[in-house]
C-alpha cells in the first residue's frame, strides 16, 4: 500500500512538473503575441518616431535573405560538430533563432501591414502545438506542425495570391521542400530510434507512418490549390482540418 501511494505520488509530481512546463512555454506565447504588437505599432502604425520604422524597414530588408544563409550556415556548423563529436547546441539555438527572425523578416518585408497580421496569428497557432507538445505522443506534435504548415500554406493562397503571386508560390513551394525533408527525416529517426545528433526526439517505439501519410497529404493539397486556384484552397483547408482532427482522435486512442 505504501509503494502504491509512493509511486502515485512520484507519478504527480512528474505531472506537475510537466504542467508547469506547459505554462511557462504558454507564458513565452503570450510574451511574444506583446512583442509582435509592439512591432504592429512601431512598424505598420508608426507611433514612434519614423526613424524606428525606417530602420525596421532596412532590418527586415538585410535579413530576409541574411537570415536564411545564417540558418543553413548553422545548421552545416552542428552537422561539423556532430561529425567531429563537438557540441551542437550552439549552432542549433543560433540557426533556430535566425529562421525565426527571418519569417519574421521575410513576411515583415514582402507583406508589410499583412505580414504582421500574419505573425499575430502564429503565437496562437504555437499554443495549441505547445498544448499538444506536452499532452501527446511527440509523432503527433510533428505531424500536427506539418499540417498546420499546411494549413497555413492554404489560407496565404487563398487570402494573398491575387496581389502576392510570386511571394506565395514560394511559400508553397517551400513548404513542399520541408515536407520532403520531414519525410527524409522520419526515415533517418526510424534508422536511428528517434535520436537526431545523438539527442533523442522521438521514442523508440515510435511509428513514422502516420508522419509519410501527412507529408503526402499536405503536400498533395498544397499542390492542388497553386494549380486549380482560390476556390480549390478553400475547401481544401476543409481536407486538412478533418485530417488533424482523425490524427488526433488517433493519437487520443493510442494513449488509452
Not at 24 to 42: C, H, I, N, S, T
Request: overall charge positive; some cysteine.
Amino acid at each position: 500500500m505504501m509503494f502504491e501511494k509512493g509511486k502515485r505520488a512520484q507519478r504527480q509530481s512528474e505531472d506537475d512538473k510537466v504542467f508547469n512546463r506547459m505554462l511557462l512555454w504558454l507564458a513565452g506565447a503570450v510574451a511574444v503575441e506583446l512583442l509582435l504588437l509592439l512591432l504592429q505599432k512601431a512598424y505598420v502604425e508608426i507611433i514612434f518616431d519614423a526613424a524606428v520604422a525606417s530602420a525596421l524597414a532596412s532590418f527586415f530588408r538585410v535579413f530576409s535573405i541574411a537570415g536564411a544563409v545564417i540558418a543553413v550556415g548553422c545548421l552545416a556548423w552542428a552537422v561539423v560538430n556532430y561529425r567531429g563529436k563537438k557540441p551542437v547546441t550552439l549552432p542549433v539555438i543560433i540557426a533556430a533563432a535566425a529562421a525565426v527572425v527571418w519569417v519574421i523578416s521575410l513576411l515583415s518585408y514582402f507583406l508589410y501591414a499583412e505580414g504582421v497580421r500574419i505573425l499575430m496569428l502564429l503565437p496562437a497557432a504555437a499554443a495549441v502545438l505547445i498544448i499538444i507538445f506536452f499532452l501527446y505522443q511527440r509523432p503527433f506534435f510533428l505531424n500536427a506542425m506539418l499540417t498546420g504548415g499546411g494549413l497555413l500554406a492554404l489560407w496565404l493562397h487563398r487570402q494573398y495570391y491575387m496581389d502576392h503571386p510570386t511571394f506565395i508560390t514560394a511559400c508553397v513551394v517551400g513548404g513542399v521542400v520541408v515536407l520532403a525533408l520531414a519525410a527524409a527525416l522520419a526515415f533517418q529517426l526510424r534508422k536511428t530510434d528517434g535520436k537526431v545528433f545523438g539527442i533523442r526526439v522521438m521514442p523508440v517505439e515510435s511509428n513514422y507512418t502516420m508522419t509519410w501519410i501527412t507529408c503526402i497529404v499536405v503536400a498533395a493539397a498544397m499542390i492542388a490549390a497553386l494549380l486549380m486556384g482560390a476556390t480549390a484552397a478553400y475547401y481544401l483547408l476543409f481536407v486538412l482540418v478533418g485530417w488533424l482532427f482523425a490524427q488526433a482522435v488517433f493519437f487520443t486512442v493510442k494513449m488509452m
